[in-house]
């Protein structure tokens, strides 16, 4: 639902990104167009959710590779992860998306459509004028995500597990039924409705394993 934009004086944002480059750059742009805004940065997940739960932003705007904490790698996974964190325990918290992976949000577009708060999309491409304005939309509650291009039908928890365990793990079916707990033919059904969302079909002189992972990884869906 659509709200009035917090006054300047009270305005409280968070931002998360681990390169300091464009770190920097965000906030310097915050801070023209909101001058009287309190904000406060984070590089890390752990620290992101610490600075949530002490500073109570209206407004987060974060990276998706991120480190857990200062001596980890940065991961989508754990932007993801935290990401949902964020949406299962402040369910009106205003978010944008600041990152060039952003077509990974797919793997939780259900909990985005649920979410009670503004939640926008920014590939960090983005003018700095359509930055302001994704930030604004969020600000007032309004859920942007048209540059998903989210095929039309639900992604499954189910089917990213799949995708995972196959080609991030690389395990043949029989160990994944056995690893997801269900029937091998269920995996089988698993692999149907994955190719089909992802318009991957049979064709003479393809394999469909690796048509299957390369549209994966395209549309976001694995890393």
């Known amino acids: ?91 009106t918290l205003n978010l944008v998306v600041q990152s060039s992976y952003v077509k990974a949000l ?28 994704r930030i604004d939309l969020a600000l007032k509650g309004v859920t942007h995500t048209k540059d998903l291009k989210i095929p039309p039908k639900e992604v499954k928890s189910e089917w990213i597990e799949v995708l995972n365990l196959a080609f991030e793990e690389g395990l043949e079916d029989k160990v994944i039924a056995e690893r997801m707990r269900v029937a091998p033919r269920t995996v089988r059904h698993y692999w149907t409705k994955i190719q089909d969302i992802l318009g991957v079909y049979p064709e003479d002189g393809k394999s469909l394993r690796i048509q299957t992972e390369k549209r994966a990884r395209e549309e976001g869906f694995i890393d």
């Open 106 to 133: 797919v793997r939780i577009k259900p909990d985005i459509d649920a979410h009670e708060g503004g939640f926008t999309v920014a590939d960090k491409g983005l003018s700095s004028q359509e930055m302001l304005s």
């Open 1 to 91: 639902m659509s709200q009035d934009l917090p006054k300047q004086e009270k305005l409280k944002i968070l931002v998360v990104d681990d390169h300091e480059l464009i770190l920097n750059g965000t906030l310097n742009l915050l801070k023209r167009h909101y001058p009287q805004a309190k904000i406060l940065t984070a590089k890390t997940t752990q620290n992101a959710l610490e600075q949530v739960e002490a500073f109570g932003p209206d407004l987060v705007i974060m990276d998706l590779s991120l480190p857990e904490t200062s001596k980890d790698t940065a991961e989508i996974n754990q932007g993801i992860k935290s990401l949902e964190t964020l949406m299962k325990n402040y369910l």
